[in-house]
């Protein structure tokens, strides 16, 4: 057979969709038998764009919640074409306990779904940089999270699972739980390795297994909860095939009972779920499992394909549940409890709020013209009082809307474009590519979608390329997404500008002019806005210049052991370690500064005969004299004090020609220096 032939066979290959590498394996080494070709087809009901009214909760171990915004926002739009009500992510591998980490989460989260409520964990112990293996978050999204009573996580601190309880009618509840369990591993940064320091540490356990304790204290959590009258939907990454442990999944199911809600009644085992993890030998390590009530309440079930949504070597399993079944009734609930940009809960955010009100408030003398109204309402016409009332009314709305929006976080790193959003779905198809090759399979539907998604041509990939050829091209991909983010504002106008371009084209052409015109008029106003906005940055800039110094980004500090005492080596030396993280460097800056701060007990006022002499206030005969310059001649000779403080003593005395002024400097602070002085302060200070 010429090479000619054989390349025309592969592409034949390619459009059945018969195994490529086992093919080419076979070309090129026939002595060598070629691996096992891995399927990759979605079980049972597909997962479809609309859940039609039913409560839908999908999970999945994405092996690591991206930190890249848009890897982020393409991952969690995925989970917004599936229509979730609740998801639930295993192994998170993110340190939620930093405040930048799950801040950013749930500023991209927002963007997607206005309104959700999270649970996060992760282990409580100290880390170098924002990856922490292990960890889970589990989210009801849309009018779902109106439904959320209650958040938690495990109670150990040892991040192995979250949990959100929902309310229904009839005082149902439903604790949804989203767990991960480690697998037994060697390495310093392991979830295994951690939780064993945890637990010898922490709890004193002197024999730490943390496979078996998971199962020890998520029983005791699970049946705490039904003690409750809470139904049960546990969602686990088991790393354990079920049955494999005679302590282990199985007992937690029989304990707790508990049903695999992807079991399917009366189908015969090779056509139930049988993988959910693609690396080495195919296995099922990841469960949905439920309590009787979640178990009658389901209509659909199924699990994705391998890639289809979220990257990862698990795939996504979901279930449709009844609402009416499950909650008691329908609940579906359009006004969310969470529509505040912030809760009254956070109360450094309350504070910020209620100061800038007040600022708004005031700048707008909203007091005074309510007093006016008051005063004047006996003389006035009924309608005259509803137009004051009104415009007093819509002040006092803006003024909280202003607020709240100086409380918000800040928006999205990038902005949005169709070229960043591209290049970010290259991104993921050369991942994909690339997971398919080094597990044997092939991705059909991810990679049809993310092919569109990206704006691929037929000719941008060659399912005949090997390892070496896909990895550069994810490489190149990898680039051109961070060259395209450095030039988000361009990027940006040139997508805005050619958006503007078709509707104008649009217009020309449309039967309903008028409509096709409004449309462009929208897309002109959004260019206008950002123009103006970015204006209005360089004026502010240039008038009030922010501090652009790089800041503190290192810190060389002794090193200390968990009981904050500095550790010594072995010849008795202080050893030192360098902190590089923010979260770091503040914990330690403020743990100096309290120790800094409170050594004025040790200055000449602070403590002693001075102190007692002076007083806390300084408001005596013996702080006049200091004024005076004569506290030394009345009080020295009792007082053993340094020629250094006596020094300091003689230079607080009030200087000669202050005393000789003919008359007294006014201490009196009127209401136009009360108002000229805040005049002149500046805004951003933290009084």
Known sequence: MSTVNTRSSLLADTIRGIPLLRRITEYL???????????????????????????????QNPHGVPRDPVSLDHDLKALAEHDVGCYCLAETNLDWS??????????????????????????????????????????????????????????????????????????????????????????DGSAWTQEKIFMRDRQSTEAPHPRKQFITDLTVFIQEKQKQKHDIILNLDANEVLGEESGGISKLVRDCRLYDLLDLPDVAADE??????????????????????????????????????????????????????LFGGNVHDPVSLTTRGFTSKNEKKVKKYLEKLEKYLTEHKVDQRVDSLIEDAPRLATKEIKIRFEAIDRDMTRGMLYAEKQVKSKEFKYQWSVALDQAGYRHRYWKVRLSDIRNN?????????????????????????????????????????????????????????????????KAQESDDPQAAQKAAKSVEAIIRG?????????????????????????????????NGHIVHDS???????????????????LERNKNHFRKAADTPFGSG????????????EAADAIVAGNFLEEYGDDLNLLPETEQLIAELAMPEMIKNLESDIPTEVGEGDYIDGFKKWTESTST
């Open 29 to 59: 080494d026939t002595t060598t038998p070629a691996p096992e070709y891995k399927r990759n087809d979605p079980w049972n009901h597909p997962i479809n764009d609309d859940a039609i009214g039913l409560f839908r909760v999908y999970y």
């Open 272 to 325: 139930q779920l049988r993988d959910t993890y693609r690396r080495g030998s195919n296995r099922r390590i990841d469960y949905m499992f439920g309590s009787q009530r979640a178990k009658d309440s389901i209509r659909r079930r199924g699990a994705l394909a391998y890639n289809d949504g979220i990257i990862s070597d698990h795939r996504g399993l979901f279930l449709d549940l009844d609402p009416m079944v």
């Open 98 to 187: 930093r405040p930048h980490v799950k801040n950013e989460f749930l500023m991209q989260q927002r963007k997607v779904w206005k309104y959700a409520t999270t649970a996060f964990s992760s282990i409580d112990l100290p880390s170098s940089s924002d990856y922490l293996t292990g960890g889970t978050l589990t989210s009801a999204v849309g009018s779902w999270s109106t439904r959320v009573s209650q958040k938690e996580e495990d109670p150990s601190g040892m991040g192995r699972w979250s949990s959100l309880t929902f309310i229904g009618k009839q005082n149902k509840k439903l604790t949804i739980i989203t767990g991960y369990r480690c697998v037994r591993s060697s390495g």
């Open 609 to 620: 005969d001075l102190y007692d002499l002076v007083g806390f206030t300084g408001l005596n």
């Open 441 to 505: 399979s092939h991705s059909a539907i991810a990679l049809a979608k993310l092919g569109a998604r990206a704006g691929m041509k037929d000719d941008d990939d060659d399912f005949t390329w090997m390892e070496e050829k896909v990895k550069e091209k994810l490489c190149a991909a990898m680039k051109d997404l961070k060259e395209i983010q450095k030039q988000d504002r361009q990027k940006r106008d040139e997508s805005l500008r050619h958006r503007l371009q078709e509707a104008e084209t």
């Open 530 to 562: 950002e123009r103006r906005k970015a204006s209005y940055d360089k004026i502010r800039q240039a008038i009030k210049p922010t501090n652009m110094s790089k800041g503190l980004d290192r810190l060389d500090i002794p090193k200390k052991d968990l």
């Open 571 to 589: 010849d008795g030396n202080e050893m030192r370690e360098i902190l590089l993280e923010a979260d770091d460097i503040h914990k330690a800056l």
